[in-house]
């Protein structure tokens, strides 16, 4: 399967622990993107990356939230202290040029009790 | 502030009738207006559109975008079961797309 991959696709943890999510992005695409969907909204933009450089951040990914993609090809979120309201979808999505579409892979969900 | 706005939030329908979902946007810097439907995975990519008046087909699918109105719209002829999905409008700003709440279509037998 040659498309966006993440990994794991479920995480459940207890408030206050870190979690670590990975992307594999579509080969090649330097472009990726991280989203945050929670039940009933659109996807909201977190971060994104051209090859390993974070070029945007969004107001909502707060200190606790931190991402990297150090050889331009996967990425990881890491979120540390987690809280119940982190509980979301996180998705990644990848792109060859800033002007074409992007793919997004199938999501890890996130559930912190 | 960056917003997109779809409408309506949810329909309900009968397999052979068509819809029209409507997307307006305010976006600072727009570059494209794109639609993605999602079925309880991730979003998958149906059009993009960068140029107003210019419809875009996909079999029973298509679109149109009016960048003087900010809106656009995605039509669907002859509706199936498995259209039934959420259809998720997203415009693009720079690098990052705002996405809005999403249509949900449910197409009855």
């Known amino acids: 399967d040659t498309g966006v991959s993440q990994n794991p696709r479920h995480k459940i943890t207890k408030r206050g622990q870190n979690v670590t999510f990975r992307c594999d992005p579509i080969s090649e695409h330097n472009r990726l993107y991280w989203y945050r969907q929670t039940l009933g909204q659109g996807p909201e933009f977190l971060t994104y990356f051209q090859n390993e450089a974070q070029l945007e951040k969004s107001r909502l990914l707060s200190d606790r939230f931190s991402a990297e993609r150090p050889k331009g090809s996967f990425s990881t979120l890491e979120i540390q202290r987690t809280e119940q309201g982190d509980s979301a979808m996180y998705l990644c999505a990848s792109s060859p040029r800033r002007a074409n579409e992007q793919f997004f892979g199938p999501g890890t969900r996130l559930t912190v009790l | 502030e960056d917003k997109v706005v779809q409408s309506p939030l949810s329909l309900v329908v009968h397999e052979g009738d068509t819809v029209t979902l409507n997307c307006s946007y305010e976006v600072t810097n727009f570059r494209s207006l794109l639609w993605y439907k999602q079925e309880k995975k991730a979003p998958t990519f149906l059009f993009m559109l960068?140029?107003?008046?210019i419809e875009k087909k996909s079999g029973r699918l298509s679109s149109i975008l009016d960048k003087k109105e900010l809106f656009s719209i995605l039509n669907i002829t002859a509706t199936q079961t498995g259209d039934s999905a959420v259809y998720l409008c997203a415009a693009r700003s720079q690098g990052n797309l705002i996405f809005g709440k999403g249509t949900k279509l449910s197409v009855k037998p």
């Open positions: 960068t140029s107003s008046g």
